[in-house]
């Protein structure tokens, strides 16, 4: 009679669970054609190859991180809608990303990691917060006029290639700057006029003149000058004067010691404007894609949380309370110790879930960037179906997993035995 | 009792102030926590070009831009319909089979005795954390032997089989809570198993049920994985649909967006309207 009621959950159990597990165990030990008997060269080869390795990294990253701030996370949260009247419309916002699949949340997170500041969210906070503190440079793309006294310096900075004298003036002609791109101040660039005996004085302009014509390294009618740009007047590698330009692109030193002097226009007047961060580049794409994790679980580390605190008997807070223990140290010491067993859960929970991840590294890391953000799960695809097609190694990799998350079996059966 | 209050007052301050901090942190984790999602909805009506040039919050001042362009070019196209049709030959069925075999088993495990039912139920219950990679190469060569590779069925029945430890052992422990006098009585009246399971078990079990309905739904709806191993370009879901517009992500913004929202407005509806249950499910058993 039993066996009718457990007939069919024990068929498909065992075919499509336990058969499975025990043939990839057995398809491991051999080749990617399946017929060599390679014995456990493909485990070792998931600690030597580069890809695996990589993988194994970040998913040793993952468990080290993700687990445990979401965690935390879900118990400042659940800790502090206690004092809230809204704490459920709160509960629920937090809870909501639960419902959506990680494939959604990659597109929502790709919206959100975009690099360009004009289409990425956090890009364009961070430029906007970046040029509100720091005004970014107004000339970005210029190049020195082939021929003219300029040649380019480390960090986007101009100098001149010859020693200047005081009681000179010198041209400085730039090209290279849309100039619908100039500052509305720019006016018709002039000469400047010639300094004093112990002065440098020069003009900074846009060498170009628009349809045509005009004499290269030369102040032609309809150029204009570059106002704002810093000049400094450099002796010896020591910066010792240093002046802007005007409207109509002049500047002057004045007072200068007798010498030798070179001019440079440093590198800030001509700086590429701040991109903000490269999300979803190479070096940054494990934290990223970890952010849209931490995102989506949080909900699910704060329901269960809260569930846990509002089994906590009152009485025992009032009576601390009365004691005059202060809120810190209700929940330093009463709170926390008694939510362990739930934080153990959520955090046990969190750490095989992490160990599985793979819609999400696969949705959000551009192609060109998934060998950089795999991880164990996800490399086991790519391995075995993505183009690999060696289904030993991904085999190997299959059952390394499931011996990964094997020590959560023992806390499982451990918690239903406690539970009977 | 002035002079006690007035000691008081600075302390009240204190906890006015500090009560009023939390309540602004929490508006801006609120906030902060629906952007991204209000974000994927806004960028799902604005033209393909302005997506391209500027981004979403220039909605904010330019409300023109909305258009619903991008959902009728989706929906017209045909195969996105289809893929949202899979998806529910899909998910529907796996929900319900789940269910379905699942109590039947679990009421086998809480109410019928039969010799070595409890090492049974502990390997069920070990089953639960086994991570799908380890099938899908074994499952995929079943498929291919027995030829529903690329099916919607197969898709189904993997669904269906990697649900069944969490649903068993959600149900068993439910089902454990059912008085016993309940069943003997029933028994005693002459039913026979069959009987009880379907007249006393099933309704008095139901919001056990329906949080593993919910779960199970949610799960499926949402999967990637399954349906990107074992469905092909006919039989697969929109999840599989669209990620592979992935690869071309900026140019493809004016499917993925309007895409992705419809995937996820149905779970999003399943979640509001039965909130509670997802909620009972989860407290019952996580560490999946």
Redesign the interface.
Known sequence: ???G??L???A??G???????V??AY?SMFDASGNTFVGAHNYTRIFTDADSRTAMRNTLIWVVVAPSLVTVLGLI?AV??E??RWAS??K?????????????S???????YEGDP????IN?VLTTVHDTFSSSSVYPGAIARPGSPLTPAPGNAFVTTTGIQPGHMVLLPLVGLPAAQLPKSATQAVPAPAPPPDGISGTVWLDFTRGGGGVQNHVDPAEKGLPGIRVQAVQAGKAVASTTTGPDGTFAFTKLPAGTYTLKLPGGNFAAPYQGVTWLGPSLITPAIIGAYI?IWAG?AM??IA?GLAAIPRDVLEAARMDGASEWHLFRRITVPLLAPVLT??F??LV??V??V??LV??IA??SVQPQATVL?LE??RV??GGGAD?GA??A???F??LL??P??F???R??RQ?Q | MTAFSAARAPARALSWVSKGFVQIVLLGIAIFWLLPTLGLFVASLRSEADNTNTGWWTVFTKPAELTVSNYQKLLSGGGFTASFWNTIWITVPATLLVVLIASLAAYAFAWVDFPGRDWVFLVVVGLLVVPIQVALIPVARLYGLIGIFGSIPGVVLFHVAFGLPFAIFLLRNFFMGIPRELLEAARIDGCGDLTIFFRVVLPLGKPAIASLGIFQFMWVWNDLLVSLVFANTDSQPMTKALQAQMRQFGANIDVLAPGAFLSLIVPLVVFFAFQRHFVQGLLAGSVK
């Open positions: 009679m039993a066996l009621f457990l069919p959950a024990l498909l159990l075919a499509l669970v336990v058969y499975p597990i043939f990839s398809r949260f502090l809608t004092r809230i419309a709160f629920m916002i937090v809870f909501m990303p639960m419902a959506v699949s990680f494939l959604a990659g597109v929502i997170f790709r919206l959100v004009h289409r990425g969210v364009a995102w699910f329901v269960l569930a859960v959520v046990v929970t095989i879930n160990l599985k793979f819609d696969f949705i551009p192609g799960a086991m695809w075995s179906f289904q991904g085999s990799m299959a059952i997993l499931c998350v094997s959560a079996i806390f499982n059966l918690r239903f539970e």
